[in-house]
């Protein structure tokens, strides 16, 4: 029959529950700002549906510019209706899901701004309980050197003694 061996564990230290906390808060923290930068990436769609609108018109004003400068013979050059139609559908849509992004993305600011908070409250306490632990380590070195000091000077008085021993007992010899 084997026996089986429980390994007994120390609790977690102060300092390391705040370092696991902090590792929890950051990792969330990168979630929220990888969700911000995709909520931002639909917020800009609505700029490129508008830049291809512009770039569409400019091309409209260039064909009739080159006509005019023809002389304005035959007939004037139109625009192309269907593909106007196409991106007026795809701006609304930009300009929908952009509207919602952004109205996301303030709630996504609102929480990067608490996490960030929060961690740097965490920091602040991780390096409180640096200090805390230095500070015991300090004083346990102070105390052994106050115990060592006791102890060297107890010595001390032995050697001391001693020698003073072999002195007196060299002059009674004589």
């Known amino acids: 029959m084997a026996a089986t061996a429980i390994k007994l564990t120390e609790p977690p230290t102060r300092l390391q529950v705040l370092h696991a906390d902090r590792a929890e808060l950051v990792q969330e923290l990168a979630e929220l700002q990888r969700a911000n930068a995709r909520l931002n990436q639909a917020a800009s769609a609505e700029a490129s549906a508008l830049a291809e609108l512009d770039a569409l018109a400019a091309a409209d004003v260039a064909a009739v510019t080159q006509w005019v400068s023809a002389g304005a013979s035959g007939e004037m050059p139109t625009a192309d209706q269907k593909q106007r139609r196409a991106l007026a559908e795809k701006l609304a849509a930009a300009q929908s899901a952009g509207i919602?992004?952004?109205?996301?993305?303030?709630?996504?600011?609102?929480?990067?701004?608490?996490?960030?908070?929060?961690?740097?409250?965490?920091?602040?306490?991780?390096?409180?309980?640096?200090?805390?632990?230095?500070?015991?380590?300090?004083?346990?070195?102070?105390?052994?050197?106050?115990?060592?000091?006791?102890?060297?000077?107890?010595?001390?008085?032995?050697?001391?003694?001693?020698?003073?021993?072999?002195?007196?007992?060299?002059?009674?010899?004589?």
């Open 100 to 174: 919602a992004a952004k109205a996301a993305g303030a709630n996504v600011d609102q929480q990067i701004a608490d996490l960030s908070d929060r961690i740097a409250t965490i920091d602040g306490q991780i390096e409180q309980a640096i200090f805390g632990l230095v500070e015991r380590e300090h004083n346990e070195v102070i105390a052994e050197y106050r115990i060592v000091a006791e102890r060297a000077g107890q010595l001390a008085a032995k050697i001391s003694g001693l020698g003073m021993f072999y002195r007196d007992s060299g002059q009674l010899n004589r």
